[in-house]
């Protein structure tokens, strides 16, 4: 399997004076599913095309294998796309448009029939090869898609936001239909898409993208519990982590627009602290914690999205059911360890310790020494 490993060393590509992915490097290995995940114009598409060869890369080396491919066009790279249109070709049946490229390749006929038959059956098609595009419905014509990848028998695939015309509750079937694919074919996937959803539930790895760089790279647990950046954290999670900017108070940080509670260290003074909506407790205005003030709630059914102020910052809290809420101030209370502190240039603080929230005070363990925060 070392020739679906795939290598990225320093990829650049530049428009002009612009740079739409500028020095990533990355590895991955066979078997992996690898997601490339980032907001429109971080350049995740424009690395897939240039891995695929469909764009040169300006400068740096890509290895697939033990062959540096960067110059190669892509019908010799050993891979096969599936893009964001099904691409399919609308005069021919569903058994036509799949068995395309091995016709092209000219793959004897009776490997064609046994290899179609095979795939067929594997994306649940077999009762629909004589159709055409136009008779299917949209999950079944990204099957097609799927279908005519795996065909080809190639060790890798890449995937270009290919669910991305289906509906809300076609993309999550369709999600767990990819991820089973590739797991039984041990299949290398590197797949692109703006949605940390799909980015969360199908990744064995997510590779992070913001101007043409990559922020971070990691487990889908990773991002999601140690983000490397504000960026990270705000992208990753639905609803975004709460990022609430810090300044001097009296015993350490607080935040901005509420100086009675100390919330960080001074270190994070110029910062953000980071919390996430399901992380947030609301408590009774009488208890301890953050003094906040109820907006509104979205009622979702399983859950409540209670959206508060804290000073002039506004945060949601994620609550199981729906909760009897009144209007008025309340306290806002999490653990210690659910704590996030960013830096002004927005990346990570590991070396200080967030701060216990009013009820639970503490001493922080490892220097900088701050103290007992106060109620």
Known sequence: MSQSRIRLERVTKRWG????????????????????????????????????????????????????????????????????????????????????????????????????????????????????????????????????????????????????????????????????????????????????????????????????????????????????????????GSPAMNLLPLVKGDQGAVIDGEPTTTVAPLEAVGGQLGIRPEDIELRPASKPGVLATVLSEEYLGADTIVHVAVGAHSLRVRINGKPALTDGTCRLYWAPENAHLFANNGLRLDSVLPSALPGSPRVVSRPPAVGSFQH
Not at 21 to 46: A, H, N, R, Y
Not at 134 to 159: D, N, Y
Not at 192 to 206: F, I, L, N, P, Y
């Open 17 to 236: 004076a612009t740079a739409a992915v500028d020095e990533i490097s990355f590895e991955v290995t066979p078997g992996q599913f690898v997601i490339l995940l980032g907001p429109s114009g971080c350049g995740k598409s424009t690395t897939l095309r240039m891995i695929a060869g469909l764009e040169e890369a300006s400068s740096g080396q890509i290895h697939i294998g033990e062959r540096d491919v960067t110059r190669l066009p892509p019908g010799d790279r050993g891979l096969s796309m599936v893009f964001q249109s099904y691409a399919l070709f609308p005069h021919l049946s569903v058994a036509d448009n799949i068995v395309f490229g091995l016709r092209s390749r000219k793959v004897p006929k009776a490997e064609q029939c046994e290899r179609l038959a095979k795939v067929a059956e594997l994306v649940d098609l077999t009762d629909y090869l004589n159709r055409k595009p136009a008779q299917l419905s949209g999950g079944q014509r990204q099957r097609v898609a799927l279908a005519r990848s795996i065909i080809s028998e190639h060790p890798i695939c890449l995937m270009d936001e290919p669910l991305s015309n289906l509906d809300a509750r076609l993309r999550s079937d369709m999600r767990r239909e990819i991820k089973a694919l590739q797991s039984r074919l041990n299949m290398t996937v590197i797949y692109v898409t703006h949605d940390q959803v799909e980015a969360m539930s199908m990744g064995d790895r997510v590779i992070l993208m913001q101007h043409g760089r990559i922020v971070q790279d990691g487990s889908p647990d990773e991002l999601y519990n140690q983000p490397a950046s504000a960026f990270a954290a705000s992208f990753i």
